[in-house]
């Protein structure tokens, strides 16, 4: 229906592309209420997609003027007023011309219903306003709590209790709503400024370790367990079991355990351990790698 304008193109990007598509739109009179009704009793009785074109591009300025009153959340322009215009379609497909109103005063519903939720599905990826109460209070906070401080006095701030008053929502709804709207969901690959090179993620610490450091360390673990597979040819069979099943195992087996095993006390399997942790380090003295083995 708006090929001709193109004004749903994602490719806009800047203010002078703005300012363009305004140029464009800005060439499509506006229609006189006679005009406007003959084609909406042409698009209503025979479906002429060409009367329907003509309502929708002789309106689309008033999508860009209502935009403007969202411009505060933070969104491009060009993304609500794309929003808009849907809204605009669905009004005019849904027009009914014999109720004698003009179509923009009942566009102006969908074109701000859409935009709403556009506002709030941006907003968080947690969902917000599932009540009517809350999507109303989403919308009128923020301008009622501008004009409470202003009635309130120079250095004063309107209380909670007040906003609720003024909005007739309960005092936690408003604490609840004015924490939401304190912070915003952002991608961390979102650039920090439109147009620069830098991203949020950029600014994350990274604690990956160099390949230099990872190799080391590979290379430090495959020395010490070399020492200790050297050490245990020395051992016993009780301190091999140790060795295996406590030191190196994933799922190391408790001392009470290991006495069971050997039929033999905990405080003799804590000494049996010592043993053979004493007997590694020494393997290890001059290696480098003293340390790697806590007594």
Do not use: C
Not at 236 to 251: C, G, Q, T
Request: net charge negative; hydrophobic share 40%; glycine share 4%.
């Amino acid at each position: 229906m708006l090929e001709k304008v193109n004004p749903m193109a994602t490719s806009i990007k800047s203010d002078n592309a703005m300012d363009r598509y305004v140029s464009e739109i800005n060439r499509y009179p506006i229609l006189t209420r006679q005009q406007e009704l003959e084609l909406a009793e042409r698009y209503v009785k025979d479906n002429e997609v060409e009367a329907a074109h003509q309502l929708v591009v002789s309106n689309l300025r008033f999508v860009v003027k209502i935009a403007h009153e969202y411009r505060g959340y933070g969104l491009k322009l060009l993304d609500l007023v794309q929003e808009g215009n849907i809204g605009l379609m669905m009004a005019v497909k849904k027009f009914d011309p014999s109720k004698g109103y003009r179509l923009i005063s009942y566009a102006v519903w969908w074109i701000r219903a859409y935009m709403q939720n556009f506002v709030m599905r941006s907003w968080s990826l947690v969902k917000l306003g599932t009540t009517q109460a809350q999507r109303k209070l989403f919308f009128k906070l923020r301008s009622e709590r501008e004009r409470a401080d202003r009635e309130a006095g120079s250095g004063s701030a309107a209380s909670t209790h007040d906003l609720a008053a003024r909005l007739a929502v309960d005092e936690v709804e408003v604490v609840d709503m004015e924490m939401r709207l304190s912070s915003r969901d952002f991608s961390l690959d979102a650039e920090l400024q439109e147009g620069a090179r830098q991203s949020h993620l950029d600014l994350l610490p990274s604690h990956n370790t160099d390949h230099e450091d990872a190799y080391a360390a590979l290379e430090e673990k495959q020395l010490l367990r070399d020492k200790v597979d050297e050490t245990m040819t020395h051992l016993n069979e009780k301190e091999r079991y140790i060795v295996v099943e406590r030191l190196l195992a994933e799922d190391p087996k408790t001392l009470q355990e290991i006495g069971r095993h050997f039929s033999i006390s905990r405080e003799r399997a804590r000494q049996i351990e010592g043993n053979v942790l004493r007997k590694i380090k020494t393997a290890l003295v001059g290696s480098g790698l003293d340390e790697a083995v806590a007594a």
